[in-house]
Structure formats: C-alpha cells, structure tokens
C-alpha cells in the first residue's frame, strides 16, 4: 500500500484568527465518498466527517500562524510557514506530498506537488481541508466568549457587515490582523 500527505489551509482571508493548517498521511487508495472541499461542506457535516477521517488517516498534524506572523510576514508567507510546520509535524517522512492551491513552501520543494483544487480532487487534501477547517471553527468559537461582541461565532473572523460594524463600535482586539486594510483603516482613524 502506498500513502500521501495531504496538506491544506483555513483562515487565509478572515481579520481575525490564525490560519491553521493540517497534514495528513493518508493511503493513497483510500476515499471517503464523502470528502470534498470544506467549504463546499456544511458545518454538521464536516463534523460528522471527522471521525471518518481520523480512522483512516495514518498520522494527523496541524500548523498554524499567529496573528501577529500574519501581520510580520504577510497572509501567504504565514500560510507557508503554517504548512511547513504540519507536515514537519508528521515526522521524518518520504511520501509525496501533495498541497492544495498553487503554491509550495521553500523547504517542501522537490517532494512536494501543488494541487489547483486539490481540496476537491484528492482524497488526502479533502481530509486536510476538513479537519483544519473543523479546528479553526472551533476556536474561533472559543474566541467568542473571551471577545465578546465580534460575532466571531458565526462569521468566524471573516469580513462580514456585522464584523465591520463590531469593530467600529468595539474597537480592535489581539486577535485582529492589523495588516489587514479594514482593520489598517481603523487603527489609522480612516
């Protein structure tokens, strides 16, 4: 039996929030009929989705980004960062990785394959997808409670009206990507 990993990201265009990202080895023959991209899947289905996953998968890492790397670095740098950091995370491995989108990390190059979509194409991404996505949205509802307000429990730190409106009459908090222009333009008084 042969195995890839499979990498993707959650949190690229939010304000708000690290973006995560996960790596999964996975056996290259193995297909959950379901799996798709995470955004095309609903909440309670990524959720039930999981556990799915987690049988099958081999090894599971995640990465992640802070804020304030986001704001040093810049969103794709950050994201990058974040992929090196999962698949380091599976250990000293040969598989062919394969990452969602057009892009790979530095240190990944010459074993790694960028997937235009791939997050709907391969079995491995999708299951990535899924579970960096169910682990952002899970903290980003935990950030709720300690900021109040925002409604981060519902658009989980993405640019909605509603977190346009928070912000102006709340203010910026930690977890806001002070490089991001609407939360820029606040902070200069724009």
Same mark, same amino acid.
């Given at each position: 039996?042969?195995? *890839?990993i499979?990498?993707?990201?959650?949190?690229?265009?939010?304000?708000? @929030? $690290?973006v995560?990202?996960?790596?999964?080895?996975? $056996?290259?023959?193995?297909?959950?009929?379901?799996?798709?991209?995470?955004?095309? /899947?609903?909440?309670?289905? +990524?959720?039930?989705?999981?556990?799915? =996953?987690?049988?099958?998968?081999?090894?599971?890492?995640?990465?992640?980004?802070?804020?304030?790397?986001?704001?040093?670095?810049? =969103? /794709?740098?950050?994201?990058?960062?974040?992929?090196?950091?999962?698949?380091? @995370?599976?250990?000293?491995?040969d598989?062919?990785?394969?990452?969602?989108?057009?892009?790979?990390?530095?240190?990944?190059?010459?074993?790694a394959?960028?997937?235009i979509?791939?997050?709907?194409l391969? !079995?491995?991404? !999708?299951?990535?997808?899924?579970?960096?996505?169910?682990a952002?949205?899970?903290?980003?509802?935990?950030?709720?409670? =300690?900021? $109040?307000?925002?409604?981060?429990?519902?658009? /989980?730190?993405?640019?909605?009206?509603?977190? =346009?409106?928070?912000?102006? *009459? /709340?203010?910026?908090?930690?977890?806001? +990507?002070?490089?991001?222009?609407?939360?820029? +333009?606040?902070?200069?008084?724009?």
């Open positions: 039996m042969s195995f *890839i499979g990498v993707d990201e959650v949190g690229r265009g939010p304000l708000a @929030g $690290p995560i990202t996960c790596a999964v080895l996975w $056996p290259d023959d193995q297909c959950i009929s379901q799996l798709d991209d995470s955004k095309k /899947l609903s909440a309670k289905r +990524r959720e039930a989705l999981v556990p799915l =996953i987690r049988k099958k998968a081999l090894k599971i890492s995640y990465g992640r980004a802070e804020v304030e790397e986001i704001d040093a670095l810049n =969103i /794709l740098q950050a994201t990058m960062l974040a992929m090196e950091r999962a698949v380091h @995370g599976l250990g000293d491995l598989e062919k990785i394969q990452i969602d989108g057009n892009r790979i990390p530095d240190s990944l190059r010459g074993r394959e960028a997937v979509g791939g997050d709907g391969v !079995s491995a991404i !999708s299951a990535a997808s899924i579970l960096a996505k169910v952002r949205d899970e903290e980003m509802v935990a950030l709720s409670e =300690i900021y $109040p307000g925002y409604g981060l429990e519902a658009h /989980l730190g993405y640019p909605t009206k509603l977190h =346009i409106e928070a912000l102006e *009459i /709340l203010g910026v908090t930690p977890i806001h +990507r002070r490089s991001f222009g609407p939360v820029r +333009r606040m902070l200069e008084g724009a």
